[in-house]
């Protein structure tokens, strides 16, 4: 069988990072996803889903996502059912995320003012900007200026 889910969207709110029992992290987040065509007024709908993930993918969009981000998701739906305080069975079908990316670039997440002073000085923060030398700008910028002679090539 197969239960494969691939969105693009907008997180509606900050995720919330929780910890179960056992210690293992776990993520919630709501994704707006537009949809590609549009309805009667002329306007685009959107769609929202519930979405989880877990462990190091959990910690990292509640590390580096915030309401607004834009990331994309590949997972698979789950429904799950629990009972609510008047007694009714409530079904909810979410969005099991296996793989978030980030979308944005790191100017765009910097300039919105998450965390910003507090992760500056992380080296582990894949939008670090601390300690970068020359030759990494250089090898992370493929439209950078090429500076060798003609008679410098081999051919």
């Given at each position: 069988?197969?239960?494969r889910?691939?969105?693009?969207?907008r997180?509606?709110?900050?995720p919330?990072?929780?910890?179960?029992?056992?210690g293992?992290?776990?993520?919630?987040?709501?994704?707006?996803?537009k949809r590609?065509f549009?309805?009667?007024?002329?306007?685009?709908?959107?769609?929202?889903?519930?979405?989880?993930?877990w462990?190091?993918?959990?910690?990292?969009?509640?590390?580096?996502?915030?309401?607004?981000?834009?990331?994309?998701?590949d997972?698979?739906?789950?429904?799950?059912?629990?009972?609510?305080e008047q007694?009714?069975?409530?079904?909810?079908?979410?969005?099991?995320a296996?793989?978030?990316?980030?979308?944005?670039?790191?100017?765009?997440?910097?300039?919105?003012?998450?965390?910003?002073?507090?992760?500056?000085g992380?080296?582990?923060?894949?939008?670090?900007?601390?300690?970068?030398?020359n030759h990494?700008e250089?090898?992370?910028?493929?439209?950078?200026?090429?500076?060798e002679?003609?008679?410098?090539?081999?051919?």
């Amino acid at each position: 069988m197969l239960n494969r889910v691939i969105l693009t969207g907008r997180l509606t709110k900050d995720p919330v990072l929780q910890y179960t029992p056992n210690g293992i992290a776990v993520t919630s987040f709501n994704l707006a996803v537009k949809r590609n065509f549009p309805n009667q007024q002329g306007e685009n709908d959107t769609d929202f889903f519930n979405c989880i993930c877990w462990r190091n993918t959990a910690e990292n969009v509640a590390n580096f996502m915030k309401k607004g981000s834009l990331v994309g998701v590949d997972g698979r739906l789950q429904s799950r059912n629990y009972q609510n305080e008047q007694g009714q069975r409530i079904f909810v079908v979410e969005v099991n995320a296996e793989t978030v990316q980030f979308l944005e670039n790191k100017n765009h997440q910097r300039g919105s003012n998450h965390d910003s002073k507090k992760r500056s000085g992380d080296p582990f923060d894949p939008y670090n900007s601390v300690g970068n030398s020359n030759h990494s700008e250089n090898r992370s910028n493929p439209f950078r200026e090429y500076d060798e002679q003609d008679d410098d090539l081999p051919f």
